[in-house]
T-cell receptor, first 114, second 114 residues
Framework: GNSVTQMEGPVTLSEEAFLTINCTYTATGYPSLFWYVQYPGEGLQLLLKATKADDKGSNKGFEATYRKETTSFHLEKGSVQVSDSAVYFCALSALSGGSYIPTFGRGTSLIVHP | EAGVTQFPSHSVIEKGQTVTLRCDPISGHDNLYWYRRVMGKEIKFLLHFVKESKQDESGMPNNRFLAERTGGTYSTLKVQPAELEDSGVYFC????????????FGPGTRLTVL
């Protein structure tokens, strides 16, 4: 079956540090890949996505590249801010039984200190 | 456009009691999904409605869980009788299309069973 593995947190960084959150996946076929973010007290929001190999998703300074050869979709940001503190979920979506049901990772908590 | 809303935000009940969670999707979204996240673990799919019909309920853990979506608008998820292992955060999501995997999430209901 499909699965997503992401690095355990929490990840604690100082403001303006470089961020990498690793995500690898196992899937049959050609899934779409997503990063969702959950800010405190809110629901998950789509951060970025990539639908095919070598696509790069980007939003709000975050980037992730769909690497089919390494089955990875690592999230990066060059300079984090305190406001980026949240839980980040990597997910894949593949056709199953006629619909696309996402498979999520466990989430990685990011804490950014001033 | 209002987002996905869920009620209540928190619920604390005793083992053996009944709890009903409600989800109001974004207007016009035919697809409605329920998920559950147990502390620190993956977000697990429970079921998927297309309008008022259950498209996929393969993730429902057992027959103590009953989901309905009368009229194809809001949905309820009833747990009866609740057990300790049912504790977690229950998320609802909706989408207009099912072919991209992108969904819009509510803030979740935190259920604690004592």
């Amino acid at each position: 079956g499909n699965s997503v593995t992401q690095m355990e947190g929490p990840v604690t960084l100082s403001e303006e540090a470089f961020l990498t959150i690793n995500c690898t996946y196992t899937a049959t076929g050609y899934p779409s890949l997503f990063w969702y973010v959950q800010y405190p007290g809110e629901g998950l929001q789509l951060l970025l996505k990539a639908t095919k190999a070598d696509d790069k998703g980007s939003n709000k300074g975050f980037e992730a590249t769909y690497r089919k050869e390494t089955t990875s979709f690592h999230l990066e940001k060059g300079s984090v801010q305190v406001s980026d503190s949240a839980v980040y979920f990597c997910a894949l979506s593949a056709l199953s039984g006629g619909s696309y049901i996402p498979t999520f990772g466990r989430g990685t908590s990011l804490i950014v200190h001033p | 456009e209002a987002g996905v809303t869920q009620f209540p935000s928190h619920s604390v009940i005793e083992k053996g009691q009944t709890v009903t969670l409600r989800c109001d999707p974004i207007s016009g979204h035919d697809n409605l999904y329920w998920y559950r996240r147990v502390m620190g673990k993956e977000i697990k799919f429970l079921l998927h409605f297309v309008k008022e019909s259950k498209q996929d309920e393969s993730g429902m853990p057992n027959n103590r869980f009953l989901a309905e979506r009368t009229g194809g608008t809001y949905s309820t998820l009833k747990v009866q009788p609740a057990e300790l292992e049912d504790s977690g955060v229950y998320f609802c999501a909706s989408s207009r299309n099912i072919d991209t995997g992108e969904q819009f999430f509510g803030p979740g209901t935190r259920l604690t069973v004592l």
